[in-house]
């Protein structure tokens, strides 16, 4: 099923999300509500934070060649950590919460996460490039941050000015 995504400014968003304690067939449904709602937004990633639920979950799932989502390939977090982080990248990044702004954020280039899977398995991942780029961005999300936070000061202030433009006319539209 898919769920509102909450957008920013909304408070919600800054909220710091609390570890899952139990695997079981809530977490199931919700990550399923969650894979349905990233695709139906044409997205890479989503955080549980992100459809108001303050857990922490996050999913990622990169197009393949053909630009399709392979659910087989969809990457379910459950209380992940970076345990490790090295290198730099610069990459353009987007979210689902900040609907039609993108720009280059710097990040790490290179990192290894620990979490669980739906199940409570255990697993560990080393990634770098767009992967760990996406990873690190859904984190952020868990700790009540957005990617825009990254932004020069000068380019925060361009966003706030072309975003809140952006949604005044989109009220002024659907009235
Ligand atoms: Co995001």
């Not at 990622?60 to 060649?65: G, K, R, Y």
């Not at 609907?99 to 398995?121: L, M, N, S």
Request: aromatic fraction near 8%; include cysteine; proline fraction near 3%.
């Amino acid at each position: 099923m898919i769920r509102e995504i909450i957008t920013y400014p909304n408070k919600i968003l800054r909220q710091v999300s609390n570890d899952v304690v139990s695997f079981d067939e809530e977490l199931h449904l919700l990550l399923d509500d969650m894979w349905d709602t990233m695709i139906g937004s044409n997205g890479v990633g989503l955080a549980a934070i992100q459809i108001a639920v303050p857990l922490n979950i996050l999913i990622i799932s990169l197009p393949d060649i053909n630009d399709e989502h392979n659910k087989e390939d969809l990457i379910e977090a459950i209380n992940p950590r970076i345990t490790h982080k090295d290198g730099e990248l610069l990459f353009i990044e987007g979210c689902l919460s900040v609907p039609g702004f993108h720009e280059e954020v710097k990040r790490a280039e290179h990192i290894i996460v620990e979490y669980y899977d739906r199940f409570g398995t255990h697993k560990t991942m080393e990634c770098e490039g767009f992967l760990a780029v996406a990873w690190q961005h859904e984190m952020d999300h868990l700790k009540g941050h957005l990617f825009i936070e990254k932004l020069s000061i000068l380019k925060r202030k361009k966003f706030e000015k072309d975003y809140k433009r952006d949604l005044k006319e989109q009220k002024a539209k659907n009235k």
